[in-house]
């Protein structure tokens, strides 16, 4: 059964931008109280989808959620941000993922509790075919490819069908250990890498994925697949962004952090959301260090993230 939109703020055209993986709710440990977990929402690809819609494109995701709280809660989250839900799956049958977050002075921890959720049994016949043909981007990461044999089989036909369509595809490495071995996860990227249009590796995932140090060797490695444009995101050193023509650093934003649970993803959905907007790839990095540090200055994945007059502001300062 596919969840119908019933709010007047969601477009029934195609999104310009999909974002396609596993959505969970968040608990987040309390930074007054270790005992208490402030309730907020996550999953890489989700936090993507809502962080590129805050910056004015239209988006909408590509998932599965359990008949339960926990999934009505998202959907409910996703129509509140103007994310399409026509392209999530209700599975009565399987459970919405939960994680938590805790704090310490290591940083933050994550503990999952996803076994055999909805979005893990997704396949490849429940893809909203008319939707990929119609799309500007989709959005994937590692974690879409890892939650499940089928799943990841539904992802790469995602990647193909929008690319036939002329859209493109964007994929964050995101790698997770937890969920599959570091092999497996070496050669399943790398595949996905030739289906790639836009890749926004992070510095630990791309090192373990290509063995490699260096930073200009990595992008070599990434655009020798076929990528047409790299962000490599340096945390508090900016990203490095590179295609076949041109790699620059663009520099960081400077602001007080004190969470930076899902800034990456943000980083993604504002980049992301600048090329779908029309802007070179150096403009957009430019853009999404500002977006994404600008969400470290509150807790959680969600919340914290700006709106784009809340970047602009920022920019022009």
């Known amino acids: 059964m596919t969840q119908q939109d019933s709010k007047p703020m969601q477009t029934k055209q195609t999104p310009q931008v999909l974002a396609m993986g596993e959505a969970m709710v968040e608990f987040n440990q309390s930074p007054d109280d270790a005992r208490r977990y402030l309730q907020g929402f996550g999953g890489d690809t989700s936090n993507f989808a809502i ?3 805050r910056q004015g494109v239209s988006t909408g ?5 359990g008949d339960d709280l926990f999934g009505r809660m998202l959907l409910d989250l996703w129509r509140d941000e103007q994310v399409d839900t026509r392209y999530v799956r209700v599975d009565g049958q399987s459970p919405t993922g939960v994680y938590f977050v805790s704090h310490d002075e290591n940083g933050h921890h994550f503990d999952y509790l996803r ?11 429940d893809l909203p075919g008319e939707a990929l043909a119609g799309a500007q981007f989709l959005h994937l990461s590692g974690i879409s490819l890892a939650i499940s044999v089928n799943a990841c089989d539904a992802a790469f036909d995602a990647m193909s ?3 036939a369509a002329g859209g493109k595809v964007s994929f964050d490495t995101n790698l997770r250990l937890k969920l599959w071995p570091l092999a497996r996860a070496r050669a399943t990227m790398r595949e996905a890498f030739s289906l790639t249009d836009v890749c926004l590796p ?8 290509t063995g490699l140090e260096d930073r200009d060797a990595i992008l070599d490695e990434l655009l020798s697949h076929g990528v047409k444009v790299v962000a490599l995101k340096l945390g508090r050193e900016g990203c490095y962004v590179a295609t076949p023509q041109e790699r620059r650093i663009v520099e960081p934003y400077p602001v007080q952090a004190v969470d930076a649970t899902g800034a990456g993803d943000c980083f993604g959905g504002a980049f992301v959301a600048r090329l779908a907007l029309g802007d070179d790839p150096f403009a957009a990095a430019r853009y999404a260090n500002v977006c994404a540090a600008l ?11 700006p709106s784009a007059e809340q970047v602009l502001k920022q920019l022009a300062s």
Not at 61 to 65: K, L, N, Q, R, Y
Not at 115 to 125: K, L, M, P, V
Request: charged share 15%.
């Open 51 to 53: 962080a590129a819609r």
């Open 161 to 163: 069908k929008i690319r």
């Open 202 to 209: 992070s510095w630990d995932d791309v090192t373990a994925v």
């Open 61 to 65: 995701f590509v998932s599965a959620v």
């Open 295 to 305: 969400s470290t200055t509150g807790y959680g994945a969600v919340a914290p993230v």
């Open 115 to 125: 076994a055999g959720s909805a979005a893990s049994r997704y396949r490849a016949q």
